[in-house]
């Protein structure tokens, strides 16, 4: 089973190298690109007999290590394969 | 007086805080590996600055989870002192032993310079030698020292008088200019709720010495020793 | 099977080479072999243009504990201790991926160093690029200091030195220099060989993977259109895989377990393998299968040639082993026995057993080919040394070009850069970058070590023989300013393409001035490294031989540093100054030329200098010490202000030439000249020592008010608020990189 964790900064946390990915897409000419947050992803090959085990288990892993409670937010998807 | 200075793989600054307690203040010191259970009957713990476990994953992320940890939370629960330094630092807040967490400085770059923090508090066992609103020349280098926290928990470190060192000038003035990484209310250095837990940026044993730029950092560990000999903040062992 | 043009050309090798190794088998090789030798017979592992000539530099001296032909050099610096060092190029990988390249760049030559047993307590490095005008420029300078900041202060080895230039030759291809200094007890130096039959080879380290074959290859070619292809050599570094490497092999160097080890950098596993093997007269057979992989199905070709970073070779002494793999696990490192030590004298490869190469392995080192290329003084020469001033229109009012000057790139301060290297851990560090020679104390003794690198690739441009020299004047010159008498160097000879006459010419001229200069100064060469091909579409970087050079302090209480100590100091210039102009920085900045003949240089009145320089330091007369160079006298009396707040008045006798008199007295860089200040009732003193020891010398202001004032022969040249000098040269940099952010 293939777990994807998204990890991003919560909301209220600055994010000064998504202010600059946003600039540097705007002087590539993307000036519709608004507001860019950057964050970070990870693939977790797991065993398990289930989709929602191997939820279960990256929503453990997510709150324990990858994320960090204090600034960070996630989300999983598994993949049903 | 013992210091033990705990090394996870990837720490670099734990030489410094072992010649600094051992050579420069004269006291005995130990390097204690993060795999061991015990702090040898320390009397001081520190965790020093460097990049443990490479910083990967976030910064101190996974060394707050190494076996021995659990000693100096144990030793930090007794109500002994324990002194965070930069990486330090940043393996307490992950660890939950100091709130708040660090983000990348906002000038997106790594940052080796003297700066100065003023001692907002004396009542801690690393600044009671120190007198209050005293300046200190230190040097930072860190790429990720800008402090974070949700603001009721801000507000409440304010009230507490949980803020040890701010960011300041060198007559001692809080402004933006002094900040060198963006953190909130220039926020340098932190203690916990029962005060025997500091964490901070700068790196006091980089500041020994003359020799090597500034001696301003000595009074940390002076007063330790001074705190110590009081009686105050001594583990429970 | 005969390997047909194309392969030999995508192996970088030339049917006469194909041939060679044919006859040095006895039989064709096979396709693993073919490999093999096009790593280790390439340019940059085989220095087959550079040898002949490398060979004519002096490498010997009462101090030399190891010369040339190991992973680095080594002098003894008293007390039982010595200074391991050297310095490297990653000049190719860097124009392709400036982050990694350059990070990779400070992985390999830290490497060099702890591989002899040594603790690696400073880095520096000598960069070049194109204009800070161009935005790939930017990009390239962003990314090149973030990945040596990135390795460096991760690894938790500081960056206390180095230069930067900036030319529009090294727009395509930028020089990263990387130079690295140890300590190690004199008589614990450790070699890169393999000996006694039976004994263990272990590999330890990370992974291996297919990153970087064909690096060395890569970086002996010039680069084309054909550039992207070459995109996949570049390999990734990671500097906590390195601490943990670096601490691990210290530990197991206490055992004495160890009978040789090398680090795997250019060409890998075969590099190692073959050089071990060569220097101790033995062979060495390995089973590749037994090499931990990070990929799958990977042949024994690409695990021979990967260039995976954070790897070492180890010769186990038999019996030892478990001492050597406990230590390692301590560190959650897996030491894996992957062959041994035999008596045959070959390189042996097998594959589960099968033997897929088989190379007596002088044949890939010592007999590797040698070339003499042909030579030829370069078309361009003749007409660029000539200058002629009156040709140059008005020359700039003195108050116009010291703004120009201290602005300049070149010139101008490397805070920027220098402020993202943690240049303190360690604590260490008694002078900081940014002041000339970067200074370390020898926590071991009551000593410290001066070091810089230097080249001034113009001078060599003009005068590839007294462009060298100049170099090592520069260099030793600096250690010398902070108090430290040079005791060894090292090199890094960046050139273009030694398959044309002209840069052969450069190549040759500079080392022959390099070793009459060395030989002059007593200053032995331990090692060092020929970068070649650094030319892109045909055009070449400026010749840029740079040295490195390390001085002694017998005491560390007696550092000099650069910046004057307080008003009233009398400011005394030592050294002879002469009207010339050819190939300065002004020349440069006002005019965009490269033009004339660079300084007349008297390597025994150098000598004189350096000796006075470090007998004025250890007694504490001379109390601050910059020497004379980019820009001149001018600059050397403001740089010496900036952040003391002091300012400085002085008084010179002009120079002749024509209605460029004040231009060449005050930005003229005539060589062997040193600023220094000295209380004012000293100065006497100074300069009957100056005399005696036949030292050109004369006061000529002092330090204090708030102002940089300079006059010549009594007339106000220069009257300007110090503040105000020191924003220009501390934010120019900076500026150019203000509205861009690059992401590293």
Known sequence: MRARVFVTLKPSVFDPQGTTVAEALHTLGYSSVKNVRQGKYFELDIDAGSADEAKRLAGEAAGKLLANPVIESYRIEVDSQ | MKFAVVVFPGSNCDHDAYYAAQHVLGQDAELIWHKDTSL????????????????????????????????????????????????????????GMLPGAMLRNTVLQ????????????????F????????????????????YYAEPDVVDRLEHNRQVIFRYATVSGDVTPAANPNGS????????????????????????????????????????VLKALSHGAFASAR | MTMDDQVLERHGLTRDEYNRIVEMLGREPTFTELGIFSVMWSEHCSYKSSRVHLKTLPTTGRRVLQGPGENAGAVD????????????????PSFIEPYQGAATGVGGIIRDIFTMGARPIALLNSLRFGSLEDPLVRRTVSGVVAGIAGYGNS??????????????????????????LGISRADDIIKGTASGAGNPVYYVGAKTGRDGIHGATMASAEFDEKLEEKRPAVQVGDPFMEKLLLEACLEVMQTDALVGIQDMGAAGLTCSTCEMGSRGGAGVEIDVANVPQRETGMTPYEIMLSESQE????????????????????????????????????????????VVAEIPNPCLTDEAPVYRRPMQEPAYLREARRLSLDSLGQPLVARDALRALLAAPNVASKRWVYRQYDHMVRTNTLVVPGMGAGVVRVKETHRALALSTDCNGRFVYLDPYRGAQLAVAEASRNVACAGGLPIGATNCLNFGNPQKPEIMWQFAKAVEGMGAACRALDIPITGGNVSLYNETDGSAVLPTPVLGVVGLIENADRVVRRAFREAGEVIVLLGESRAELGGSEYLHVVHGLIRGVPPALDLEREAALQRLLVEGAASGLIRSAHDCAEGGLAITIAE????????????????????????????????????????AQQAAELLALARKAGVPAAAIGTVGGGAVRMSIDGRSVIDAPLVELEHLWSTSIESFFEKQRAIA
Not at chain 3, 85 to 90: A, L, P, Q, T, V
């Open chain 2, 127 to 146: 600044t009671a030698a120190c007198a209050p609103g005293q300046v200190l020349r230190i040097p930072i280098a860190h790429g990720e020292g800008n």
């Open chain 3, 640 to 679: 010496s202000c900036f952040d003391t707040g002091l300012g400085a008045s002085i008084d010179v006798p002009g120079l002749e030439a024509g209605h460029f008199g004040d231009v060449v007295t005050l930005f003229g860089e005539s060589a062997s000249r040193v600023v220094v200040s000295v209380r």
């Open chain 3, 311 to 354: 790897r070492m070779l180890l010769v186990v002494k038999k019996g030892r082993e478990h001492d050597v793999e406990r230590i390692f696990e301590k560190w959650d490192l897996h030491a894996v026995h992957i062959g041994q030590v035999t008596t045959d004298g070959k390189m042996r490869v097998k594959d589960r057993g099968e």
């Open chain 2, 40 to 95: 040898k009957g320390a009397d001081v713990v520190v965790l020093p600055g460097g990049f443990a476990h490479g910083d990967y994953l976030r910064t101190g992320a996974i060394a707050r989870f190494s076996p021995i940890m659990q000693e100096v939370q144990r030793f930090a629960a007794g109500g002994g002192p324990v002194l965070g330094i930069c990486n330090g630092f940043q393996v307490l807040l992950e660890a």
């Open chain 2, 184 to 223: 909130l209310n220039n926020i340098a250095g932190i203690c916990n709720e029962t005060r025997n837990v500091v964490g901070l940026m700068p790196h006091p044993e980089r500041a020994c010495e003359l020799a090597v730029g500034s001696a301003d950092g000595l009074v940390l560990f002076e007063s």
């Open chain 2, 110 to 125: 790594f940052r080796c310079e003297h700066v100065y923090v003023r001692v907002e508090q004396t009542d801690t066992p």
């Open chain 3, 77 to 92: 610096i008293g007390d039982g201790y010595a200074a391991v060092f050297k310095i490297e190029s990653h000049n190719h």
């Open chain 3, 155 to 180: 690894i938790g080895i500081p960056t206390v030195g180095g230069e930067i230039g900036f030319d529009d030759s090294y727009t395509g291809n930028p020089l990263v220099n990387v130079f690295c």
